[in-house]
């Protein structure tokens, strides 16, 4: 059974700082593009950044500069940094494995204000 699990949302203050985690289990980690994907009530799920099973990196221009997406195929992880958050920056993030079939996580909150 695969699962994918994130975690490390909350709510912050403008310009703060959060990482999420995506744990990854029945599938072989290492092989599988992994993404971010957020979704803001009322707005359609948009994609926030991707890293490859080679390690290459891509990012939506909203976040270039203040989100990082890294892995560690040894624990099975995929990270999200993200500083200088910004009140639009609030919403429901997932990650995704891709592969020949996609999976996706159940999704952690982030909310940002003050």
């Known amino acids: 059974q695969v699962q994918l699990v994130e975690s490390g949302g909350g709510l912050v203050q403008p310009g703060g700082s959060l990482r999420l985690s995506c744990t990854a289990s029945?599938?072989?980690?290492?092989?599988?593009?992994m993404g971010w994907y957020r979704q803001a009530p009322g707005k359609h799920r948009e994609l926030v950044a991707t890293i490859t099973k080679g390690y290459s990196t891509n990012y939506v221009e909203s976040v270039k500069g203040r989100f990082t997406i890294s892995r560690d195929n040894a624990k099975n992880t995929a990270y999200l940094q993200m500083n200088s958050l910004k009140p639009e920056d609030t919403a429901v993030y997932y990650c995704?494995?891709?592969?020949?079939?996609?999976?996706w996580g159940q999704g952690t909150q982030v909310t940002v204000s003050s």
């Open positions: 995704k494995a891709d592969r020949f079939s996609s999976f």
């Open positions: 029945g599938i072989a980690f290492g092989v599988y593009d």
